[in-house]
């Protein structure tokens, strides 16, 4: 129920904006990102010092940036403008050289995936710590220059224990 209050908070927060972030929550399909899931799936837990892998699913070929949104709101960029063919490419891919290990702060943890069709001018750049509505003030503003048909945000979330 708490999860499904949040999540109705979040959309209710997106409505005045442009871009639409959607969870997988209920969803059917989509525009441009098909899913987006933990590999412990939606929802799962994770112990400090787990690795998790997130498994993003396109329809299209496009460029991928993953920005991570921390419990205390810190928001930090996983991945920017990564090519991706269209079907399912689990991040981070094997060459990356890294590995992501949950850490500290211990709570809800959401993953917001950026799709463009074409390679983005500029880069999203995050510093500090945001706010949904911040976050998507920021998400918009990167995503302006782009039509809505070559453009969508998903999100997925992940407890850390």
Known sequence: MRTAFLLGSLALGLSACTVSVRSN???VGGNLIANVRPDRGEG????????????????????????????????????????????????PRPQDGVTYNVAPPRGLQ?????????????????????????????????????????????ETYFYIR
């Open 110 to 154: 959401r993953v917001r995936v950026i799709f463009t069709r074409v390679r983005p001018t500029s880069d999203i750049v995050l510093s500090g710590v945001y706010s949904g509505e911040r976050l998507n003030l920021a998400t918009n503003q990167y995503l302006t220059p782009y039509a809505p048909a070559d453009r969508d945000v998903q």
């Open 25 to 27: 929550a209920g969803l």
């Open 44 to 91: 799962g837990s994770y112990f400090v010092g787990d690795p998790v892998r997130i498994a993003v699913t396109t329809r299209a070929a496009g460029y991928v940036t993953l920005v991570a949104l921390q419990p205390n709101g810190f928001a930090s960029t996983l991945v920017r403008n990564v090519y991706v063919n269209p079907g399912t490419t689990v991040f």
